[in-house]
T-cell receptor
């Protein structure tokens, strides 16, 4: 089983749609992350969850709503997005959130296009 | 101020040559970790190598090595004997022990030429 999976891999949505991105990790990790990767920008951390509790919200607009029902699953609910939200959304997991050596394992990403 | 700086937006290298990808960082935390990730065109981020701020020796993982120069705050990735499959985006990242975040640089796109 691949370590971190994300579905869907590609998503096209209109600005009035509501959709959700799903991430699942099979590594027994306690921390999960959402990142946004836009063209020509550094990878941006959006949300961090540790043991299903949100520990970081990096000034992300409310049209992005995360949900972490358990330590293996992470969702990103999307509604009334803007075209500039088009990007690659990457999910990652790590054993914990503390300590400098905490390798993050990334999923393949969801390529989102907002029309 | 940028915490992670990758000054090479793109590089072209002949196959089988060694490659050095530059990364400088900025932190006042004495305890931190440095990472390199590879991102092929598929989008997945692949962990390559890690260097801790207190590690005495440079990290090595197969063809990857990290040239860690602490005083210069430099953590360059060296890929020996490059292969066509090394063509990808490469990200340098840092995690400070006082923080939960990993901060990524803008990346360097590496093209290996046959």
């Amino acid at each position: 089983e691949t370590g971190v999976t994300q579905t869907p891999r590609h998503l096209v949505m209109g600005m009035t749609n509501k959709k959700s991105l799903k991430c699942e990790q099979h590594l027994g990790h306690n921390a999960m992350y959402w990142y946004k990767q836009s063209a020509k920008k550094p990878l941006e951390l959006m949300f961090v969850y540790s043991l299903e509790e949100r520990v970081e919200n990096n000034s992300v607009p409310s049209r992005f709503s995360p949900e972490c029902p358990n330590s293996s699953h992470l969702f990103l609910h999307l509604h009334t997005l803007q075209p500039e939200d088009s990007a690659l959304y990457l999910c990652a997991s790590s054993r914990t959130t503390s300590g400098s050596y905490n390798e993050q394992f990334f999923g393949p990403g969801t390529r989102l296009t907002v029309l | 101020a940028q915490k992670i700086t990758q000054t090479q937006p793109g590089m072209f290298v002949q196959e089988k040559e060694a490659v050095t990808l530059d990364c400088t960082y900025d932190t006042s935390d004495p305890s931190y970790g440095l990472f390199w990730y590879k991102q092929p065109s598929s989008g997945e981020m692949i962990f390559l190598i890690y260097q801790g701020s207190y590690d005495q020796q440079n990290a090595t993982e197969g063809r990857y090595s990290l040239n860690f120069q602490k005083a210069r705050k430099s953590a360059n990735l060296v890929i020996s004997a490059s292969q066509l499959g090394d063509s990808a985006m490469y990200f340098c990242a840092m995690r400070e022990d006082r923080d939960d975040k990993i901060i990524f640089g803008k990346g360097t796109r590496l093209h290996i030429l046959p």
